[in-house]
């Protein structure tokens, strides 16, 4: 059945494609797992976002073809009555090969693939940067100011509830002359000598006190 479905795409005219995107959204998907394997779904899925980048039709078809074949993959990614290896194949070798959901038209669409990114990616800083760097292919994006996206990946992470703190090296300074000591910024140290500033104020409060009871 793939191949043929594969031969039909591309030699079908974009009106015939759409319906036959709607026959496997409301069908096909619906078959049981061993009629079709993991393989031929990844692979009939790529042949769909190859295809509708290169529709020769009027802007509206065009339209109506992206926003149906993007509910298709986030449906996909998202059910649960589908293998979960099919979620994960579908997400990492069609979605993140063809960024389709990061650069849809619509901010809703937008902002449903972005939870998806965001539930895949762990949530640590490095985990993020080494994904944006090092991982995630962002070609499919060139037209596009993909930076974005990669910053909200970072943003999305961000503890907006804790405060900011230095590291304790984060204010040493280098000295300006040669043989001066480098100033080191001790955060212990400094509440050592706040303590004992305190204390030694504490003790002149109280002879203080002491001098006026003995003049009394």
Excluded at 110 to 132: E, Q
Aim: charged share 15%.
């Amino acid at each position: 059945m793939c191949p043929l479905l594969l031969l039909l795409l591309f030699f079908a005219q974009p009106l015939d494609a759409l319906l036959l995107l709607q026959l496997l959204y409301q069908d096909w998907l619906q078959l049981p797992p061993q009629l079709l394997t993991v393989k031929e779904a990844v692979l009939l899925l790529q042949r769909l976002a190859y295809v509708q980048d290169r529709f020769d039709a009027d802007p509206a078809t065009c339209a109506k073809w992206h926003c149906l074949f993007l509910d298709i993959v986030y449906d996909i990614c998202t059910s649960s009555n589908l293998a979960p290896e099919l979620s994960d194949e579908v997400f990492g070798k069609v979605e993140r090969l063809f960024l389709l959901g990061l650069r849809a038209a619509d901010p809703v669409r937008r902002a449903r693939f972005f939870s998806l990114y965001h539930k895949h990616i762990p949530a640590g800083l490095f985990d993020r940067l080494h994904f944006i760097i090092c991982v995630q292919e962002w070609q499919s994006m060139s037209g596009s100011f993909w930076l974005k996206s990669a910053l909200d990946l970072i943003l999305a992470v961000l503890k907006e509830d804790d405060p900011i703190m230095l590291a304790p090296n984060s204010a040493q300074a280098p000295p300006l002359l040669p043989g001066t000591r480098t100033n080191v910024f001790n955060p212990s140290a400094q509440q050592a000598q706040q303590q004992h500033a305190a204390q030694q104020q504490h003790q002149q409060q109280q002879q203080q006190q002491q001098q006026q009871q003995q003049q009394q």
